[in-house]
Nanobody, 118 residues
Framework: QVRLVESGGGLVQAGGSLRLSCVAS????????MGWHRRAPGKQRELVAQ???????NYRDSVKDRFTISRNSAKNTVYLQMNRLKPEDTAVYYC????????????WGQGTQVTVSS
């Protein structure tokens, strides 16, 4: 089992920045990727960014050039640096992890609220 704990959400004005952190613990040896997802009110959950164990990253188009996903393997922590935030970035952000033999994310954190005011 893998446990994920997020932190770093909050209220920020449009144009501001926030950094989310996700600390992973448990059976980490079989993980293939970690990612940040979000769910805005009335919308489906969507993948924002992910990073594989080899360091490959990908982002959804709406956050490219504004968000950066990174990791500190020594601390078992993944970060999401969010710059030039927009009101449409308002959502609950979830950290998730995927095993090597999985096609979908297997483990989820509890989520952290990000609110961007206009």
């Amino acid at each position: 089992q893998v446990r994920l704990v997020e932190s770093g959400g909050g209220l920020v004005q449009a144009g501001g920045s926030l950094r989310l952190s996700c600390v992973a613990s448990g059976r980490l040896f079989n993980l293939d990727a970690m990612g940040w997802h979000r769910r805005a009110p009335g919308k489906q959950r969507e993948l924002v960014a992910q990073i594989t164990t080899s360091g490959r990253t990908n982002y959804r188009d709406s956050v490219k050039d504004r968000f950066t996903i990174s990791r500190n393997s020594a601390k078992n922590t993944v970060y999401l640096q969010m710059n030039r935030l927009k009101p449409e970035d308002t959502a609950v952000y979830y950290c998730a992890a995927k095993d090597l033999d999985s096609r979908a994310y297997d483990y989820w954190g509890q989520g952290t609220q990000v609110t961007v005011s206009s």
